[in-house]
């Protein structure tokens, strides 16, 4: 049994490429490029997500700072 290795991009996934330099090659290519700037959108787009979740928690804390600020400079400031 001989071994041998399978070049296989996510950008095209049905297709082999034969040796190892014709698949880093196809890095260049626009379709893997294409590929790549979908995946960094979708990244991208998570990290946002996951980013205006914690400012709206944070924002919640520093609501509730606030008050208590307020409340604390009202009782002693009467
Ligand atoms: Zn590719």
Known sequence: ????HVYIC???PNFNYKTKSSF??????KRHITHQQNVDKVSDRLK??????EIKILNSEVKIWKEKYFELD???NP
């Open 10 to 12: 996510k950008c095209n």
């Open 1 to 4: 049994m001989q071994l041998s």
């Open 48 to 53: 946002i997500q996951k980013l205006e979740k």
């Open 74 to 76: 009202q009782n002693l």
């Open 24 to 29: 880093v090659n196809h890095f260049r290519s």
